[in-house]
């Protein structure tokens, strides 16, 4: 693995992403509430997937985005010694890839260079996210209404 770079504004730039990124622990910390409601988790965040050249982008709901973050996978350490995670990942014909991911710590967007070992990671996030890939749930949410739903108190 290469140095991680601050990614550039126009990579993985989309409204959902900027939400996800400034809303993350907030998000993480609403998991449980995510999961218990179909419409909720079965959201698909504009712009965040993982993708090859040769096969296109695979797109992932909320609620399994937020479940492999909190158990580590689609995660990798990020330069300023916080977690990385995953918000785009594609693989070129070059032999290299670049994941670009969200820090909480440092607060920043980046961007890994991955190369060897990289292809493999990439190739396990693509099986992690063909394996558990769902039909969109009718009627789901979009991120900014979820956001909405849970800033909203809950009722007993």
Not at 17 to 30: H, K
Not at 58 to 65: A, E, M, N, R
Not at 113 to 131: K, S
Request: proline residues 6%.
């Amino acid at each position: 693995m290469r140095d991680s770079h601050e990614a550039d504004l126009r990579l993985a730039a989309s409204p959902d992403i900027e939400l996800l990124c400034r809303r993350f622990d907030f998000l993480l910390e609403a998991r449980e509430r995510i999961l218990a409601a179909p419409l909720l988790s079965g959201c698909h965040p504009d712009g965040i997937c993982v993708g090859f050249s040769f096969s296109g982008a695979i797109p992932i709901h909320l609620g399994l985005l937020l479940n492999e973050y909190a158990a580590g996978h689609l995660c990798r350490p990020c330069r300023c010694g916080g977690t990385l995670h995953l918000l785009r990942g594609g693989a070129g014909l070059s032999g290299h890839s670049v994941i670009t991911g969200w820090c909480p710590k440092c607060r920043r967007k980046r961007w890994i260079e991955l190369a060897g070992t990289g292809i493999r990671f990439l190739d396990f996030v693509a099986g992690v996210l063909g394996r558990n890939a769902r039909p969109p749930v009718v009627g789901a949410l979009s991120l900014l209404q979820v956001c909405d739903v849970l800033d909203r108190p809950v009722e007993v």
